[in-house]
C-alpha cells in the first residue's frame, strides 16, 4: 500500500466528509429518479485513444485539465485526485452506510483506489477545446504558435507541424513552471501527432500513468472534449446546435442569455457564440462583437479581431502571452438562428455549453481567488433558468435533456496544491521533487459549494 495514498485518503476524510455525504445524499436522489443518457468518453492508452461508452446508470462527477498547456500541472493533479477521492469515498458510503470518518476503513479505500474508476459515481474530465494554446502563459511551445500564426487558434484547430519547444521559455522557467525532463519528454512525444489535442491528451495520460504508479491510485480517468469537437460531430438538429439556434433565435432569448450572466443588453458588445475567422482566429479573448437588431430580430453581427494580451502565469505576471489577430467580418443573424457548425464555426461561451455536458456534479480550481466565481454563479444561473423553462423551453420535449443545477464542490484555496519555491499553482508535475511538500503542507481539502446555489 502507498504511504502517499493513504496520508492522502487520511489527509481528505479529515476535511472533507461535509462534501461527500453532499455527494452522497445527491446520489441517493439521482437513483430514484433514474437515467437514461448514453455518454461516450475517451482515454489514452499506450498513445492510443480508446473510446468508451455508458448507457445511463451512473452520476457523472466532473473534472478538468487544461489544452492550454501540455504539461500536468499540480492544480490539475490536485483536482484529478480530489474528484477520484471523491467519487471513491461516496460510492463507499452508498455502499456501506458509513457517515464519518470513524466508521470508514482507508486501507478499503486505498485498495479500491488502485483499480479503475467504476461504480455508480464515475468521475470524468471535461477538456474544453476552444481555448487559445498559451492561455495562461505556461506553455513551452509559446514561440512557434505565434511564428507559425496559430497564437489566436483554437486549439481543436492547431496542428504540430511547426511547433517547437521554446529553450529560451525553458531556461527561464526551469523549476518553477516546468523541468528540463518534460521538456524533453514533449519534443518526443510532439513529433508523434499531427492534432494538438491528441498530442496534449497523449503528454498528460502518460504524465497521469507516473502519477498513478507514485502515489498508488489509479488517475487515468475518463475525458470528454467539448465544445469544438462535439459540434464538429453533431448534425444541425442535435443537442449544441439547438442551444446555440435557440438562444440567437431573437432579442429576448438573447436578452434571457445575457441575464445568466448578469449583463445588460444595451450596449449588445458580449458575443454568446464566438463566430471563428476564415483565418482561423477564435479566440473569445481578442474577438470584440457588436450585435445588431431590427425590432426583435437579430440582423447581423460583427466581428473584429485584434492582437490581445492572454493571462498571466502564476510564475511570473509580467511575461504575458500574446494571441495575435486582425480580421473584421460580419455574420448573419440567420446563420445563428439557423446554426450549422459546418458552415459558420463558432465558440460557445461556456455557460452555454455546459448544459450538454453529462455532468451530475462539478469540481471547480479555487473558487474566488483562483477561479472567477462570477463565472459559476453564469453557470449556476443558467441551468436554474433551464430548469425552469426560461432558457431553452424545448430542450426536455426534444432531448429528454432534465435541465438541473449540478453539485458544485470547489479545492478550498488554502488548500491548494503549490510549487514549494514560488508557491504557484501552475508549476509541472515535474518541478515538484517531493510530493510529501503538498501532502504535509496542503493535504487535500475539498468543500460544498452550498451558498452558490
Known amino acids: 500500500m502507498s504511504d502517499y495514498c493513504y496520508r492522502l485518503v487520511e489527509a481528505f476524510l479529515a ?91 482507508c486501507a478499503k479505500l486505498c485498495e479500491t483506489l488502485k483499480g479503475s474508476p467504476s461504480g455508480y459515481v464515475l468521475p470524468f474530465l471535461l477538456n474544453t477545446d476552444d481555448v487559445e494554446a498559451d492561455r495562461y502563459s505556461i506553455n513551452p511551445l509559446r514561440q512557434s504558435l505565434v511564428d507559425s ?46 492534432n494538438y489535442m491528441d498530442f496534449v491528451d497523449a503528454v498528460k495520460f502518460r504524465q497521469l500513468e507516473e502519477l498513478s504508479s507514485i502515489l498508488g491510485m489509479n488517475l487515468s480517468l475518463y475525458a470528454l472534449r467539448m465544445p469544438l469537437s462535439t459540434l464538429e460531430v453533431e448534425g444541425k438538429g442535435d ?74 502565469n502564476d510564475a511570473d505576471q509580467k511575461n504575458v502571452s500574446i494571441a495575435q489577430c486582425s480580421d473584421n467580418f460580419t455574420v448573419t443573424g440567420e446563420e445563428f438562428a439557423d446554426y450549422n457548425y459546418a458552415e459558420t464555426p463558432a465558440s460557445p461561451q461556456f455557460f452555454l455549453y455546459a448544459l450538454a455536458s453529462p455532468e451530475d456534479a462539478a469540481l471547480w480550481h479555487g473558487v474566488g481567488v483562483f477561479a472567477a466565481s462570477n463565472l459559476l454563479q453564469t453557470y449556476i444561473l443558467t441551468h436554474k433558468n433551464c430548469s425552469n423553462g426560461l432558457l431553452l423551453p424545448e430542450v426536455t420535449e426534444k432531448f429528454g435533456l432534465e435541465c438541473h443545477v449540478p453539485l458544485q464542490f470547489n479545492l478550498v484555496p488554502d488548500g491548494m496544491w503549490r510549487n514549494p519555491i514560488r508557491q504557484n499553482i501552475d508549476a509541472s508535475m515535474g518541478c515538484i521533487k517531493d510530493f510529501n511538500d503538498l501532502i504535509n503542507n496542503r493535504g487535500m481539502w475539498i468543500e460544498h459549494l452550498s451558498e452558490y446555489m
Open 239 to 312: 443537442l449544441l446546435h439547438y442551444i446555440i439556434s435557440s438562444v440567437h433565435k431573437s432579442r429576448q432569448s438573447i436578452e434571457q442569455a445575457y441575464n445568466c450572466m448578469g449583463r445588460s443588453i444595451s450596449k449588445r458588445t458580449t458575443l454568446l457564440a464566438v463566430p471563428h475567422s476564415k483565418k482561423g482566429y477564435g479566440s473569445k479573448r481578442a474577438a470584440h462583437g457588436k450585435l445588431h437588431f431590427n425590432d426583435d430580430k437579430l440582423v447581423d453581427v460583427n466581428v473584429k479581431y485584434k492582437s490581445t494580451r492572454l493571462y498571466p
Open 15 to 105: 476535511k472533507s466528509m461535509v462534501a461527500v455525504n453532499a455527494l452522497v445524499d445527491r446520489v441517493v436522489c439521482h437513483r430514484e429518479v433514474g437515467d437514461c443518457r448514453r455518454v461516450s468518453f475517451f482515454q489514452f492508452v499506450n498513445g492510443r485513444k480508446v473510446c468508451v461508452t455508458f448507457d445511463g446508470g451512473h452520476f457523472y462527477l466532473r473534472g478538468s485539465v487544461e489544452y492550454s498547456n501540455p504539461q500536468l500541472t499540480v492544480e490539475e493533479i490536485q483536482g484529478i485526485i480530489g474528484i477520484r477521492l471523491l467519487q471513491v469515498c461516496a460510492n463507499y458510503c452508498l455502499e456501506t452506510g458509513a457517515r464519518d470518518i470513524a466508521n470508514i476503513d
Open 149 to 194: 500564426g496559430q497564437s489566436a487558434f483554437p486549439v481543436a484547430n492547431i496542428r504540430t507541424g511547426q511547433l517547437r519547444v521554446d529553450k529560451a521559455f525553458v531556461e527561464a522557467y526551469e523549476d518553477f513552471l516546468i523541468s528540463k525532463a518534460e521538456a524533453d519528454f514533449i519534443s518526443e512525444e510532439l513529433s508523434r501527432y499531427d
